[in-house]
C-alpha cells in the first residue's frame, strides 16, 4: 500500500471516530435536556405558583317558607282532618355595611323579578343598614345580596316567622335564614308517635344537584340505614323534602349530614309535635355549623323544660350548667359515646336562670328543645342550636315578633360587648354596653327599646367572649293564652375568606 493510501485510511478512522463522539454526545444532550416546544403535549411543563387570600362580593341567604303540615288532604270527619288553621307568617330582611344592593324573591325566579329591593339614600358606608319586611307566605324566599367591599360587619341577617291561634300548628316557629353550602349537619329532635319531620333541601343554583343524606340516632352507635334511600336530587331553583320521620323511624333525636354533589344547597327542617287531637308545638332547625368544646345557649326562662341533643364523634365527658347573672351551676355530668346523639332530661329550668353552658373534653355539637305548656294542653317548643362567640354578629327580629335577646359569657373572666338596635328603617335606636363576669347571662328586653319598634340588632364582641340569641314570642298567641317559643341564632358577619393556589403553565397558549 502506497504512502498516500495509508494517509487516506488514517484520516478515514479518525473521522468515524468523532462522527461516533458527536452522536452519542448529541444522544446524551437529548436525554438530559428536551425543550417544552417539543412535545407540547407532555407532562413535563414548568410551572410557578401563586397563592392569593379571596372574599366572595355575592352573598346569598334562603329563607324556608311559612310551616305547613304535612298532609292537608281531607278525609274522614272533618273535626279528624289535619290543618293549618289560621297560620300567618312575616320575614325581616336585613343586611349590613358596605353594600351596593340586596333584593329579595321567590327561590327559583328570576333575581329582576325580585319582590323587595333593600336600599338606603345614602348607601355605601359602613354604617349602612338595609332593612325591608314581607311574608313567606307564598313560598322560600331568597335574598341575594352584592357588597362593594368584603369586611368584618358586612354580610346579610335575616329571619322568618310563622305563628297561628286555631288548628294543628297553633303556637310561633321562627328561623333565621340559611347560607347554602356544599355540607350542611342539623340536629333534629325525636321520629316516636306523634312526631313529623320534613327535611327540606333548597337548591338556589342554576343547575340541578344530587345530595347524600346520612343520619346518625340515639339508639345505637353509628350512621342508621334509612328505610327511604339516602339520595335526593333537588333541581335548579327547586326544593326537595324526605320524610325524616318514615326514614329513620323510633328514634329519640337524630344528627343529620347533607351534602351536595355539585352546587351549594341549604337545608331545614320542619318539626311538628301532636298528640292525638292536640297541638304539642312546632318549629324550624336550621344547620348546625359549630362542633367546640365550650358552648352555650341563651333565652331561656323560668318553667321552660329543656331536653339537651349532644353528639360527639370521639367518646366525650359533658358538663352541663345553668347559668344566671350570678354564673354558673353545675346540673348535669356524663360520659357519652361517640357518632350517637345523646339525649339528656335537664328537667324545668329553675328560677333566675336564662341560659346554659356545655363544657366538653372533645369537640361536640349541641341544641336543644325548650318546651312551653299553653291552656287546654297545648304546647309549644323551640329548637335551638348552641353557639360558640363571634367577633361581629346580627339578627333580624321578625316583623310582628316580640323579642328578648339573651347573652351568656362563656369565657374566664369579666367581659364588656356592645349590643346595638335599629329600627325598621335602618336607624340605631340604642346602643349599650354588656359587661358579665365569668360563666353569667343576662337579657335585655327589646320592647322597652325604642317603644319596641326594634328590627334588627347587632353585637360587637372584640374579646369573642359571649354567646347570644333572640327569644322569639308573638301577640296573637300569647293574647290566645296558647303557649308560643321560638328561639333564633345570630349569623357571623365575620369577613369571608377562602385560599386560592393558582399555577402558571407555560405551555398554555394565551
Known sequence: MSKHSRSKTVWRVILAIVSVLVIVALAT??????????????????RSSVSRTVSPRQLETYCPARMTIADTDAYGDSEYQASNGN?????????FGS???SSVGLLGADE???????????????????????????????????LLSASDGT???????????????KGVSAASCVVPALKQSLMVSGTKT???QQLVVANPSAKATSVNIKVWGSDKSGALAL??????????????????AAAASGQDALYVTVSSVDTPVAAVVRTIAMDGLVAKGSDYAVPNTVAAKTLAIDGLTEGDAVNLYVYPSRQADVTVSWTDDQGLKKTNQQTLESNRVSVIDLGSVPKSATGLTISASEPVSVAAKITNDGDDDQADFALVNASVPMSVSAMAVPDHATAQVGITNISGDERTATLTSYNSVGDTVDQREIALQSGASTTVDLADINDGDVAAVSFADPDQ???????????DVSDAKLAGVSIIGATDLKEAREQVLANQNMTVVR
Do not use: C
Not at 33 to 44: E, G
Not at 87 to 95: E, H, P, Q, V
Not at 156 to 161: E, F, P, R, T, Y
Open 29 to 46: 444532550v437529548a436525554v438530559i435536556y428536551r425543550p417544552t416546544w417539543i412535545h407540547a403535549d407532555s407532562p413535563v411543563t414548568q
Open 227 to 244: 328505610s327511604t334511600g339516602s339520595t335526593l336530587t333537588v333541581g335548579a331553583g327547586k326544593e326537595s323534602v324526605l320524610n325524616l
Open 87 to 95: 297560620i300567618m307568617s312575616s320575614a325581616r330582611y336585613a343586611s
Open 194 to 196: 306523634g312526631m313529623t
Open 99 to 101: 353594600v351596593f344592593r
Open 112 to 146: 329582576a323579578t325580585s319582590s323587595l329591593v333593600l336600599n338606603k339614600d345614602d348607601a355605601g358606608s359602613d354604617d349602612d343598614i338595609f332593612m325591608a319586611s314581607g311574608t313567606v307566605d307564598d313560598g322560600a324566599q331568597l335574598q341575594n345580596t352584592r
Open 465 to 475: 367572649s359571649m354567646v347570644w340569641n333572640i327569644r322569639i314570642s308573638q301577640k
Open 155 to 169: 354580610g346579610a341577617a335575616s329571619s322568618v316567622m310563622s305563628w297561628a291561634t286555631e288548628g294543628d300548628l
